[in-house]
């Protein structure tokens, strides 16, 4: 391993029922990157008619979801009456804090004209500080035109959420923040900056080097601390996902949808969703029951 390259973690497929995703966080030894505490890659999957992506409503606290597709679309419901389609390029950036309810699935108008459907995807959970941990659930939607996009030769950068190469995304984030896609045509170098302390490379598709290794799709690339500027250059087309921040303030505990610092406070948020006491999704009726239920 070179002195820019601290590891590189390897995919863990997951099946999800229907559709197979990619788990690079928490990853053994590594539980977050920036605030970064939950990294799935999620197809490309090919879903025939009828089909498509169901997630039924569950719960979430302490952390906020961040859906980024490639291909296809969601429609997310949650408890607090918001009902938004999240298409190629477009961001949902969704804050559970005390608690919130939500579901995702293929909408009707995603499907050809035979009633096929595709999704791929970045489904990430960012944790949220200590101190916002209990704030009141909110849901933003910034369409793609929404969001910076910066031109560097061969390269297209997009700032989903956070700060890179002097722009801000609209996206409310909680913490120092870095997260960005860049599209690499072959042959393209981009400079990965060091204003944020922690920092990783995902390759999407193709091949990437840094520091005169490479890498491929899947891998999930962690930069030392001290690496300073550190220049990636695309071995064929590419997309790379950046991703990073202001590490986070403290371990959290995750178990199934919760995240928290506090053990006690997942434990209560168990018996929150098993009582049903967490609001309903309007619109969805259906509910996802506890693992050990």
Do not use: K
Request: hydrophobic share 40%; proline share 8%.
């Amino acid at each position: 391993m070179s002195t820019v390259v601290s590891r590189v973690i390897e995919p863990r497929p997951r099946d999800l029922g229907g559709f197979t995703v990619r788990r690079l966080l928490p990853a053994a030894g590594l539980q977050t990157v920036g605030s970064f505490i939950f990294f799935d890659h999620m197809g490309p999957a090919d879903f025939g008619p009828g089909q498509g992506v169901n997630v039924r409503p569950h719960p979430h606290i302490g952390l906020a979801t961040v859906t980024y597709l490639f291909e296809g679309a969601f429609m997310h419901r949650d408890s607090l009456g918001t009902a938004a389609i999240v298409r190629p390029g477009d961001v949902n950036w969704m804050v559970a804090g005390r608690g919130i309810a939500h579901s995702e699935r293929t909408p009707d108008e995603a499907r050809d004209a035979q009633g096929r459907t595709r999704a791929h995807g970045i489904q990430t959970w960012v944790a949220l500080p200590r101190g916002a941990e209990e704030i009141a659930p909110s849901f933003e939607h910034h369409d793609h035109l929404q969001l910076p996009s910066v031109a560097r030769p061969g390269a297209q950068l997009t700032i989903i959420a956070g700060t890179a190469y002097g722009c801000r995304s609209p996206v409310s984030v909680l913490s120092p923040t870095l997260y960005v896609e860049a599209r690499l045509e072959p042959g393209a170098t981009i400079d990965i900056e060091a204003e944020h302390a922690e920092r990783a490379c995902y390759v999407v598709s193709g091949e990437v080097e840094i520091a005169g290794e490479r890498y491929v799709e899947g891998q999930l690339v962690v930069l030392s601390a001290d690496a300073g500027v550190v220049s990636l250059v695309a071995r064929s087309a590419a997309r790379v996902m950046l991703v990073g921040g202001a590490p986070l303030d403290g371990p959290r505990y995750i178990w199934w949808n919760f995240v928290s610092s506090s053990r006690e406070r997942i434990e209560a948020a168990r018996r929150e969703w098993r009582e049903q006491r967490f609001a309903p999704v309007p619109g969805d009726l259906e509910r996802m029951p506890l693992p050990d239920d």
